[in-house]
């Protein structure tokens, strides 16, 4: 797995998003867990969020909130995952998909669970 760090690593990501299916898992902080055990989906923010190309197997992390708010690139990232045509498979996407809606980002509508 390759943590996104550079412009151009973004660029290459944002522009597969739209032209392979992937795989799209989030990850939120959940500062409130309920009984225990199971993240609040309506505190949670969004810290991070991985990308798997299925066709080539490559995986990326994307940080969102490590230290401070997210740049442009990120957010370019993001919006291109929920506006692509292509198939998303996720796990947990009733989760996933309530954490991008709070950041302001409609779902895919081809996401698969």
């Given at each position: 797995m390759r943590i996104l760090r550079s412009r151009e690593d973004f660029w290459e990501v944002t522009a597969r998003v739209h032209n392979e299916a992937f795989a799209f898992d989030t990850e939120s902080d959940g500062p409130q867990l309920i009984k225990g055990n199971?993240?609040?989906?309506?505190?949670?923010?969004?810290?991070?969020?991985?990308?798997?190309?299925?066709?080539?197997?490559?995986?990326?992390?994307?940080?969102?909130?490590?230290?401070?708010?997210?740049?442009?690139?990120?957010?370019?990232?993001?919006?291109?995952?929920?506006?692509?045509s292509r198939e998303v498979w996720a796990h947990n996407w009733k989760h996933d998909a309530t954490v991008l809606k709070r950041e302001g980002v409609e779902p895919p509508k081809n996401a698969r669970d």
């Open positions: 199971m993240l609040n989906v309506h505190r949670s923010r969004l810290v991070g969020f991985s990308i798997a190309f299925m066709e080539e197997g490559d995986t990326f992390y994307v940080p969102y909130r490590h230290g401070g708010e997210p740049n442009r690139e990120t957010i370019d990232l993001l919006k291109a995952v929920g506006s692509t």
